[in-house]
T-cell receptor, first 114, second 112 residues
Framework: KNQVEQSPQSLIILEGKNCTLQ??????????LRWYKQDTGRGPVSLTI?????NTKSNGRYTATLDADTKQSSLHITASQLSDSASYIC?????????????FGPGTRLSVLP | DGGITQSPKYLFRKEGQNVTLSCEQN?????MYWYRQDPGQGLRLIYY???????QKGDIAEGYSVSREKKESFPLTVTSAQKNPTAFYLC???????????FGEGSRLTVL
């Protein structure tokens, strides 16, 4: 069964600190993996997208890693800011004949405190 | 501005009423999707469409209906048959071959 798990479920950190969110998946055939940021009551916004051959991709203070062998990804946030408070969703897509099949993780809720 | 527009942002409905959520995109995407988001759960696919006048059921299609008469538009109707319709609904679009996925701002439906 195609599945995406994320940990931790929630996380509280102080402003300026770093943190790492985890994503494990069992999706095949693997096409790509994305991280989204979702502010409360808003739609998700893409942070990074990684294909099978990519190990690391950065977007400002966000750095995503992918280990396709162990089927794990992480999202590292550096020097956190109050505006980083949001849910972070890992999405893995599987290639199908009819297009892409997106499998969503439940998200990690990050709270950054002053 | 290019993007996906969902309306209304908030909607209240009495039990037994059908409601329609609007989704319009000007990104020239072939594929459009409707997802439902409940607290603590991943997004679940309701319906998707990869071409005009064609759409497919997702994992939780019961109690919902859609149409795709234009490339830009993919409205979702929540019918009275949907037993637990209170949720946050997200529309998305993307290229079929590229696998892009862009989201609208969502519509929150509350059944009174």
């Amino acid at each position: 069964k195609n599945q995406v798990e994320q940990s931790p479920q929630s996380l509280i950190i102080l402003e300026g600190k770093n943190c790492t969110l985890q994503c494990n998946y069992t999706v095949s055939p693997f096409s790509n993996l994305r991280w989204y940021k979702q502010d409360t009551g808003r739609g998700p916004v893409s942070l990074t997208i990684m294909t099978f051959s990519e190990n690391t991709k950065s977007n400002g203070r966000y750095t995503a890693t992918l280990d396709a062998d162990t089927k794990q990804s992480s999202l590292h946030i550096t020097a956190s800011q109050l505006s980083d408070s949001a849910s972070y969703i890992c999405v893995v897509s599987a290639q199908r004949n009819y297009g892409q099949n997106f499998v969503f993780g439940p998200g990690t809720r990050l709270s950054v405190l002053p | 501005d290019g993007g996906i527009t969902q309306s209304p942002k908030y909607l209240f409905r009495k039990e037994g009423q059908n409601v329609t959520l609007s989704c319009e995109q000007n990104l020239n995407h072939d594929a459009m999707y409707w997802y439902r988001q409940d607290p603590g759960q991943g997004l679940r696919l309701i319906y998707y469409s990869q071409i005009v006048n064609d759409f497919q059921k997702g994992d939780i299609a019961e109690g919902y209906s859609v149409s795709r008469e234009k490339k830009e538009s993919f409205p979702l109707t929540v019918t009275s048959a949907q037993k637990n319709p209170t949720a946050f609904y997200l529309c998305a679009s993307g290229g079929v071959a590229t696998g892009e996925l862009f989201f609208g701002e969502g519509s929150r439906l509350t059944v009174l």
